[in-house]
């Protein structure tokens, strides 16, 4: 049963013969409707500043969810960007493995080819060589021969010096 101070100020009480004093009575009704009045004035005012504390909580608790959100989503962000650049390290590097292979493939290759140019001018210096010996060997041996009819064509020539 909810009273109100106006309620108080203006109840009655019986009379009886030897009853309370009617001043005092009034007295403590005036103390109690003023202490009544006052509660409800400041339970009001506890009632608005909670009111204004809930509102500014909720307010809190919305921060709060954003924040959390906004720190998962850069969680994620972070955790998806660290993702897509191991990814791209690991392609770089594999494009860098093949473009090493490739190079030590073509490295081979001209390995051989050089090898095989060598092979080639060695072949040919040796029948070169063999050509210039031959042609050595065919002008030393005209030489010999004309060297010996040189020799026999002066001793002929000695002789008819002497029969002259």
Not at 17 to 33: C, H, N, P, R, T
Not at 118 to 143: G, N, P, T, V, W
Request: charged residues 40%; hydrophobic residues 35%; negative net charge.
């Amino acid at each position: 049963m909810k009273i109100t101070p106006l309620e108080i100020r203006g109840y009655q009480f019986k009379k009886s013969f030897k009853g309370y004093d009617v001043q005092e009575v009034e007295k403590l009704k005036g103390l109690a409707s003023d202490t009544l009045e006052e509660m409800i004035k400041a339970n009001a005012i506890l009632d608005e500043r909670l009111k204004e504390a809930n509102e500014r909580l909720a307010e809190h608790i919305a921060t709060e969810k954003t924040l959390k959100d906004a720190i998962t989503t850069a969680h994620s962000m972070g955790e998806d960007l660290k993702n897509s650049a191991r990814k791209e390290a690991e392609l770089m590097i594999a494009e860098a493995r093949l473009q090493a292979e490739e190079i030590i493939r073509q490295a081979h290759s001209r390995s051989r080819e050089l090898q095989e140019e060598i092979l080639r001018l060695r072949k040919q210096r040796a029948e070169i060589e063999f050509s210039i010996k031959a042609i050595l060997d065919y002008h030393m041996s005209i030489l010999t021969i004309e060297s010996d009819e040189s020799r026999k064509a002066d001793s002929e020539s000695e002789k008819l010096k002497f029969f002259k």
